[in-house]
């Protein structure tokens, strides 16, 4: 019997795939929630977190981070206290990719206006294989934290 359910599992991930290369219905694959920039303390540098959620079976990379608000967006992965640039992140299959405070991040340089709690932010995420998502990404205070315990 075991020998009959790996087939059947290995046949969905196909379908899940096909699915994933038939153009705009890819984008379903991944979403993007909690996101939020803090209200920052200078007038040339911000930075922002989220949560991209990958509900389909393949994994995708996040490849780029543009936004109207600053001339720059870069990517940053935090290991041992100090940040890297990253030109990629891995949103696994059925996985997550957190940027949050103390963690991964975005940065935002050359801020064309200063953000200010309750504006948003327009931003997009550009991803391998499902496209471009837009995300209006709130501006809370410079001590905003997300709850935790989901
Ligand atoms: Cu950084």
């Given at each position: 019997m075991r020998r009959l359910v790996l087939p059947a599992v290995l046949l969905a991930g196909t379908v899940a795939l096909t699915g994933c290369d038939g153009g705009g219905d890819s984008a379903a694959h991944v979403s993007v929630g909690s996101s939020y920039m803090p209200?920052?303390?200078?007038?040339e540098m911000a930075a922002g977190f989220l949560t991209v959620v990958n509900r389909g079976g393949t994994a995708d990379q996040l490849t780029s981070v543009t936004s109207d608000a600053a001339s720059d967006v870069t990517m940053h992965s935090t290991a041992g206290g100090a940040m890297e640039a990253k030109s990629s992140f891995a949103v696994p299959a059925h996985g997550r990719l957190v940027f949050r405070s103390g963690g991964n991040h975005l940065m935002f340089d050359g801020l064309k206006r200063k953000p200010k709690q309750g504006d948003t932010v327009t931003v997009k995420l550009t991803f391998a294989r499902s496209g471009t998502l837009t995300v209006e990404m709130p501006v809370k205070s410079a001590t905003y934290r997300p709850p935790t315990g989901h």
């Amino acid at each position: 019997m075991r020998r009959l359910v790996l087939p059947a599992v290995l046949l969905a991930g196909t379908v899940a795939l096909t699915g994933c290369d038939g153009g705009g219905d890819s984008a379903a694959h991944v979403s993007v929630g909690s996101s939020y920039m803090p209200q920052p303390v200078s007038d040339e540098m911000a930075a922002g977190f989220l949560t991209v959620v990958n509900r389909g079976g393949t994994a995708d990379q996040l490849t780029s981070v543009t936004s109207d608000a600053a001339s720059d967006v870069t990517m940053h992965s935090t290991a041992g206290g100090a940040m890297e640039a990253k030109s990629s992140f891995a949103v696994p299959a059925h996985g997550r990719l957190v940027f949050r405070s103390g963690g991964n991040h975005l940065m935002f340089d050359g801020l064309k206006r200063k953000p200010k709690q309750g504006d948003t932010v327009t931003v997009k995420l550009t991803f391998a294989r499902s496209g471009t998502l837009t995300v209006e990404m709130p501006v809370k205070s410079a001590t905003y934290r997300p709850p935790t315990g989901h």
